[in-house]
């Protein structure tokens, strides 16, 4: 199964701070699963700048793990950086309504995991357990 992750309002709770379970997340995604970025920090092929945005809120060095992280290409929807011939989850506090279209049209609706840090501080720890039954089930 593929992973796709944004970062802002995801990995990031805001500019400063990881989100509540986010270095560990990291690091059992990337352990467990093929772990794509899906952000606006990484739409170009180039992860440099994703990597650094990401571990300059991080006390623990991440690098190791988001080094990891395969960049993809996109330029006006994330679905079309989405391998639709995967299974796949896509972590994302935001999807567009022509990226609706595109996840219900692949009849994958359900991949798209929406995340509120705002309602759920913890929510990535939550999704850590997700992941974790998807690893169990193998
Ligand atoms: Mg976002």
Sequence with gaps: MNIYLDIDGVLLANEENLAIGA????????????????TTHCMN????????????????????WLEEF???????KKTEAIDFSQPFLWFDDDCFSGEKIDL?????????????LRNVPD??????????????EK
């Design 104 to 116: 219900q049209e692949h009849g994958v609706m359900d991949s798209w995991i929406e995340i509120d």
């Design 123 to 136: 929510q990535m720890t939550k999704e850590m357990v997700t992941l974790q039954a998807f690893v169990n």
């Design 23 to 38: 270095a560990e997340f990291i690091q059992y995604a990337v352990e467990h699963f093929d772990v794509y970025w899906l």
């Design 70 to 76: 395969k960049p993809v290409t996109w330029s006006l």
């Design 45 to 64: 092929g180039d992860p440099t700048h994703a990597i650094e945005y990401l571990d300059r809120a991080s006390h623990q060095d991440l690098r190791p």
